[in-house]
């Protein structure tokens, strides 16, 4: 059973699951406004992997006994300067994520709460993937800034990340 500040806190991560796949959404409207169209399909397979991470809260905190209660999730930017400030905006984004992984962790320490620091690993692997993910696009990209052909070679290589559809399903129930 979850206790009532683990579960309140794992709702606001739900919450915030949901509002970083709003944000990628946006920055995929963002990358097909410039018709980039390789950078748009990696923010929109984020978007679903998102909210696959919000669905892993969502079916951990009804498992343990609580109650999933949906709160308003705030409008994303919409605008940025270049693509390289989408992504040093996605990458400074990640480390808030981490930021509160982590504090989830220290909260289900501190709460005696095995099950839930044991399910927490999870997300802190994962947000070792995804910072790197993001602070790697951001070193390509400012590498590139002298060759303006450079990014559609970034945005071609990122065309190659497909979301998989068939195994969302299977996922999410895990």
């Known amino acids: 059973m ?4 683990m579960e309140q806190a794992l709702n606001e991560q739900i919450k915030w699951e949901f509002y970083s796949a ?3 959404l946006s920055m995929a409207s963002y990358f097909e406004s410039l018709s980039l169209e390789g950078f748009a399909s990696w923010m929109k397979a984020q978007a679903v992997e998102e909210c696959m991470h919000a669905m892993k809260f969502y079916h951990f905190v009804n498992e343990r006994g609580g109650r999933v209660r949906l709160q308003a999730i705030e409008q994303p930017p ?3 300067e ?3 400030a989408v992504l040093e905006f996605g990458l400074k984004h990640e480390r808030e994520v981490t930021e509160k992984i982590n504090r989830l962790v220290e909260l289900a ?6 099950a839930t620091y044991i399910f927490l690993q999870w997300f802190v692997t994962e947000q070792v993937e ?6 790697s696009l951001v070193e390509k990209m400012k ?6 052909g450079g990014i559609f070679m970034i945005d071609r290589e990122l065309a190659q990340r497909r979301i998989d559809f ?3 399903a299977t996922e999410t129930n895990a």
Do not use: M
């Not at 320490?109 to 095995?114: F, L, R």
């Not at 590498?143 to 303006?148: E, G, H, M, R, T």
């Open 130 to 135: 995804e910072e790197d993910s993001f602070g």
């Open 82 to 84: 270049s693509p390289l």
């Open 109 to 114: 320490q501190e709460e005696k709460d095995h």
């Open 22 to 24: 709003y944000l990628y």
């Open 78 to 80: 919409t605008d940025w």
């Open 2 to 5: 979850l206790s009532e500040r």
């Open 143 to 148: 590498l590139v800034a002298d060759a303006p």
């Open 166 to 168: 068939t195994s969302l």
